[in-house]
Structure formats: structure tokens, C-alpha cells
């Protein structure tokens, strides 16, 4: 059975500061997504990555998929208190459903 | 252009009874997709419905059911409420592509949070 992990869980970190948060999934799969959720929110889908070395950027977030190795990273940089949210990385799981990750809760401290 | 939308946002109930949950896809969407997110964790698939049909599956019992209507508007229903049912409710609409079995992006709702006391 497909299974994703994240990590960090939990991150704290300083305003201007880099980081990268780390997803890792059990099978192949040949696509994957990144997501945002403010608290009490729904998603909001940041990235979509289908093909191995696929690199994509949007303000201060690039994400990358190495398939090979099932890994995607979502780097962080210079981050700014508005980035804080929980972060999520689905994985396709067969045809039709997405198998999230735990999440990121991170918090960008002024 | 509207999103996806649910209804109710909020909602509570005791255990033993009965819940319907209501989704609008997002217009040119076909597929709609379920999922319960409970407090901390991430969401988990419910079941997808593709042209007025199951298409497929989670981990879930029987006492989740759902619907898909001819304008793609889907219900969730649970019957026999327990405390564990209380969460957030997403409900997904994506598109699906001419040819593939596969569909495009989704775009998740608000959501319904449902309180089972």
C-alpha cells in the first residue's frame, strides 16, 4: 500500500531564513502534489509535479520530484510570516485517489 | 467563475444518527472525490464518483455512502454516527482527461465539519 511521509512535522523558523521540507513515498508514482491549509481552511493546491527532475517555482516555494528515489522537497526561501500554514504532499495512489502525506505545520517567526 | 462548493459548513449530531453532506464541482469539473481530514492529520480518501459511479475506494466501512447526480454534484452520507466520524469533510472536483483514466488537478471545497457528540 502507498505510503507518504513528511518531514519535518513541525517546523519553526526565523523570518529570512531558508528550509526545506522533505516528502518521501513508498511506490511509484508518477505524480505529485504539493498543497497549502491555513487552519480552519481548505486546501490549496500550490504545485503539480509529473515527470521525474520536474522543477517548479511560485514566489518564495520551489518544489522538485526526484522519482527515482521518491522523494519531493519543497524548499523554502527567505520565508516571510505569511508562508506559515501546514503544507501537504499528495502522492496518486493506482488511478484515482491521492494519498496525503502528515503534513508540515510550519511557523515563520517576525 | 465558482469554486467547489459544500453545505452545510458546520454541522452536529450524536451518535446513531444519520448525516447527508453536499458538493457543487467546480464548473467543467466531472469527478468529485471525498475525504475526511480529522484534527492534525491529513486528509484521507473516502471514494471517487465519475459519471454517476463508485470508482473507486478508501479504507472506509460501509456506512459511508455516496452519490453522484447527472449535473456532477455529489452527497456523502453516514449513517450510524460515531464520536471517531467527527472531522472535516473535503469534498474534490477535477476533470477528466479525454482518453486517460487519470484526471486532472483537484480542487478541494471549503468543507463541512462535522461534530458527532
Known amino acids: 500500500e502507498l505510503k507518504v511521509e513528511q518531514n519535518p512535522l513541525f517546523l519553526s523558523m526565523q523570518e529570512g531564513k531558508n528550509y526545506t521540507i522533505y516528502c518521501n513515498y513508498s511506490t511509484t508514482s508518477d505524480r505529485l502534489y504539493w498543497y497549502r491549509q491555513d487552519p480552519g481552511k481548505s486546501l490549496e493546491s500550490l504545485f503539480v509535479l509529473l515527470s521525474n527532475g520536474a522543477v517548479k517555482q511560485e514566489g518564495r516555494l520551489m518544489a522538485s520530484l526526484d522519482t527515482k528515489a521518491r522523494l519531493s522537497t519543497l524548499h523554502i526561501t527567505a520565508a516571510v510570516h505569511d508562508l506559515s500554514a501546514t503544507y501537504f504532499c499528495a502522492v496518486v495512489g493506482g488511478t484515482y485517489k491521492y494519498i496525503f502525506g502528515t503534513g508540515t505545520r510550519l511557523k515563520v517567526l517576525a | 467563475d465558482a469554486g467547489v462548493t459544500q453545505s452545510p459548513t458546520h454541522l452536529i449530531k450524536t451518535r446513531g444518527q444519520q448525516v447527508t453532506l453536499r458538493c457543487s464541482p467546480k464548473s467543467g469539473h466531472d469527478t468529485v472525490s471525498w475525504y475526511q481530514q480529522a484534527l492534525g492529520q491529513g486528509p484521507q480518501f473516502i471514494f471517487q464518483y465519475y459519471e454517476e459511479e463508485e470508482r473507486q475506494r478508501g479504507n472506509f466501512p460501509d456506512r459511508f455512502s455516496g452519490h453522484q447526480f447527472p449535473n456532477y454534484s455529489s452527497e456523502l452520507n453516514v449513517n450510524a454516527l460515531l464520536l471517531g466520524d467527527s472531522a472535516l469533510y473535503l469534498c474534490?472536483?477535477?476533470?477528466?482527461?479525454?482518453?486517460?483514466?487519470?484526471?486532472?488537478?483537484?480542487?478541494f471545497g471549503p468543507g463541512t465539519r462535522l461534530t458527532v457528540l
Open positions: 474534490a472536483s477535477s476533470f477528466r482527461l479525454a482518453g486517460a483514466l487519470r484526471t486532472d488537478t483537484q480542487y
